[in-house]
């Protein structure tokens, strides 16, 4: 991590707990990155988060207030800490597991009321921290420990639910795609309402091992390979996008 | 000073209110502006009074989607420095549960309020029960110790409210206000007084909000305190300590002595010719109630019958109850429910001392004639 965003860090806390190739620092990194480019008052800003390794990206690492709270419920706890604290700016980061499984009524209901906060969920496409178990994001056939057939169920789509539940910012990007990440990431901490960021971050430890992609290159090239941009992505019909990734902003 | 004198929000005079709208009221009296809940019977009207009441005041009322969230967005406000109520019944205690022990768990002041109605599961809505005395006790998985009021009339809505947050702030705990349909919904005369003490938590961001003292000062988010909240085992500055034994050990510990060691302060009880009394009769809540007409006309007939009313029901007043019974040949306990607090308080005295139950279940109170038949048996 460059110098310049070290003083956002508790460096006491360091090394992060995240396993090798996890992109989830890349996140993190793109986070405090786009915080610095807007020079906002980090002592004004509350993290909260779930559980999970996506909620482990701001507590304990951000030498901000955090709330590390239940798993599934950071949303509900954000918007009493928004509604309680109009003035600060809250930022739910948490995973895929935890915002759209057990924590999915929170999401769309707070989508509804538009309750101004910027919500990233670190998508992995699995439960990472219990072992690899499938999420209500895990691509169709692929192989997780609760699945070891292959995914039955259909992934959420969950920039298509959240835009429809009223949001007023939505977008994908992968990890990979950290430039216009950044750039999004700076949108969405900058919409007055509710901001959605699903951002792709590739798990090789339970993930890729499973499914014929171990080594962290692999799964970034995979990213790069499947990711269409929204525009692109309108012309097609939904059997072309099945193993797409569709990144971009949402209308 | 964490302790001042508030002067009241409405004119000082006596109200007609429900039990309901006497405890929001209340609540607003004790420095709560932030309101979230869902709707449940008997204990909606709680959460339409303060959808009128909080933009008034500049507070802040939300209905959520769930219970789930409505006690998570509480936690969430009382870490951004508002006072923080929510009001339920059964069903959404259950629910809420996992969110009572992360505030246990953070020290996170916050008042719940819990209708009772009769269960388990959906049970009968509109009518009373006692039944979750002991899911307001050991409901939250883990070890740790909580704090649970009775009240047992309208004025009580209005004033142990205002206690229940005073405690919670004090302690830095969930008080759990255990009313029930009969005190929610009966209406009678609240005197308003013109002062109230209030006690709002103390502060100090130089000192670890999760240690080192007893009962730890709370900052508030966005005073530049950086502050580390989590629901995992944490040292006394909030860093996750999660394989941590000693950490754990610690910080569980002083989640229990800090009420074991205050128990004296916190817990109130009330007595009704109780020193000289051969049945004593034990009972809480509208029961209580009932319970004190039955020793009332007992009187009358110089029958030697009292009443001990617990009025904080955790930490178990056993002090209390001890000595009491010893006074006393026989004991009564009168409640809503099959025995909850009756084997509680079968564990405080002892074999030696005869201890007999008068349960209900059916979804009615219990009437003072049902009490004073009981008694006429024993005597």
């Known amino acids: ?251 | 000073m964490p302790e001042r004198i508030e002067k009241s929000l409405l004119l000082p005079k006596k109200y007609f209110w429900s039990g309901n709208i006497a405890c929001a009221e209340g609540a607003l009296q004790a420095g709560c502006r932030f309101y979230a809940g869902y709707p449940i019977t008997p204990s909606s009207e709680i959460m339409e009074h303060m959808a009128n009441r909080m933009p008034q005041l500049g507070g802040v009322f939300i209905q959520m989607e769930d219970e789930i969230g409505s006690i998570c967005a509480c936690i969430g406000a009382s870490w951004s420095g508002v006072k923080a109520m929510t009001a339920t019944s059964g069903p959404g205690l259950s629910l809420m549960l996992e969110g009572i022990g992360y505030a246990l768990m953070t020290e996170t002041p916050c008042v719940i309020v819990n209708c009772q109605r009769q269960g388990p599961a959906t049970g009968q809505a509109t009518r009373p029960g006692q039944g979750d005395m002991m899911q307001a006790r050991w409901g939250a998985h883990g070890d740790y110790r909580i704090i649970a009021l009775s009240p047992w009339s309208s004025q009580e809505m209005y004033d142990l409210i205002i206690l229940a947050f005073n405690l919670s702030e004090r302690f830095r705990v969930p008080v759990i206000f255990l009313a029930d349909e009969v005190i929610a919904h009966l209406k009678e005369a609240v005197l308003v007084r013109p002062e109230f003490v209030i006690f709002d938590r103390y502060k100090d961001k130089e000192k670890p909000p999760f240690g080192e003292a007893l009962i730890p000062p709370m900052p508030t988010f966005g005073e530049g305190a950086a502050l580390l909240v989590t629901g995992s085992t944490h040292n006394e500055w909030g860093v996750r300590k999660v394989q941590d034994s000693l950490a754990h050990e610690k910080l569980n510990i002083r989640l229990i002595n800090k009420i074991e060691a205050n128990k004296k302060e916190i817990v109130k009880i009330e007595q009704y010719f109780v020193d000289d009394c051969e049945i004593l009769i034990i009972a809480f809540g509208i029961t209580a109630r009932s319970a004190y007409q039955a020793v009332k006309m007992f009187r009358e007939e110089n029958k030697k019958v009292g009443l001990l009313r617990l009025v904080t029901i955790w930490p178990f007043p056993e002090e209390a109850i001890r000595e009491a019974g010893d006074k006393s040949k026989k004991v009564l306990v009168c409640e809503m429910n099959q025995g909850q607090i009756f084997y509680e308080i079968k564990r405080v005295l002892g074999d030696k001392k005869e201890v007999l139950p008068l349960f209900k279940t059916c979804g009615e109170a219990i009437y003072p004639w049902e009490v004073m038949e009981k008694v006429n048996l024993l005597l």
């Open chain 1, 1 to 251: 991590m460059s110098q310049s965003l070290t003083k956002y860090l508790r460096e006491e806390v360091f090394p992060t707990p995240f396993c090798p190739g996890c992109g989830h620092g890349i996140l993190m990194g793109a986070i405090l990155r786009a915080i610095d480019e807007l020079q906002l008052d980090f002592q004004k800003m509350v993290f909260v988060s779930g559980i999970g390794c996506g909620a482990w990206i701001p507590s304990p690492h951000f030498k901000a207030d955090t709330l590390h709270t239940l798993h599934g419920r950071p949303i509900a706890y954000a918007t009493g800490v928004k509604l309680a604290r109009p003035d600060l700016k809250v930022v739910v980061i948490s995973g895929d597991g935890d915002l759209a499984a057990i924590g999915g009524n929170h999401l769309i209901h707070a989508a509804r009321r538009n309750i101004p906060m910027t919500v990233i969920c670190a998508n992995n496409s699995i439960y990472g921290m219990t072992g690899g178990q499938v999420s209500p994001t895990t691509p169709k056939g692929a192989k997780t420990e609760t699945t070891p057939f292959g995914n039955q169920e259909t992934a959420f789509d969950l920039c298509k639910l959240v835009k429809a539940c009223g949001a007023s910012f939505v977008c994908r990007y992968t990890v990979f795609h950290i430039k216009p990440l950044i750039k999004a990431l700076i949108k969405g901490l900058n919409t007055p309402g509710f901001a959605f960021l699903d951002v792709i971050s590739p798990c090789p430890t339970q993930f890729g091992r499973r499914n014929q992609m171990p080594k962290i290159y692999e799964m970034l090239q995979d990213l790069k390979k499947r990711a269409l941009p929204y525009d692109k992505a309108k012309a097609r019909t939904s059997e072309e996008l099945k193993e797409r990734i569709v990144i971009g902003e949402y209308e």
